[in-house]
Nanobody
Framework: QVQVVESGGGLVQPGGSLRLSCEAS??????MGWYRQAPGKERAVVAV???????LYADSVKGRFTVSRDNAKNTISPQMNSLKPEDTAVYYC?????????????WGQGTQVTVSS
């Protein structure tokens, strides 16, 4: 069993910055990433760091968000700069881990990010 714990989030003005953090317990972590869900919209990927080290960013955050992963600590943290009102959403940490030979997906509880003046 893997537990996913998020921290960070809050209210920030447009153009501001915010940093989220996620820590996963357990072992055999494969991929770690962040998704977000805005009101009335489906959950969508923000960034994913794959086990091989490659990183995927959503087009909407490229150049503004930078995600870092620490494999030794099983953490992943996006640094979000130049935030826009459209970045307002609940942000979820996502973890894939190998559990009993199967890739199993886990989600954090979500943390609210609000970009508003």
């Amino acid at each position: 069993q893997v537990q996913v714990v998020e921290s960070g989030g809050g209210l920030v003005q447009p153009g501001g910055s915010l940093r989220l953090s996620c820590e996963a317990s357990g072992s055999n972590i494969i991929n770690m990433g962040w998704y977000r869900q805005a009101p009335g919209k489906e959950r969508a990927v923000v960034a994913v760091v794959f086990s091989g080290g490659n990183t995927l960013y959503a087009d909407s955050v490229k150049g503004r968000f930078t995600v870092s992963r620490d494999n030794a600590k099983n953490t992943i943290s996006p640094q979000m700069n130049s935030l826009k009102p459209e970045d307002t959403a609940v942000y979820y940490c996502n973890v894939y881990a190998e559990v009993q030979g199967r890739a199993t997906q886990y989600w954090g509880q979500g943390t609210q990010v609000t970009v508003s003046s």
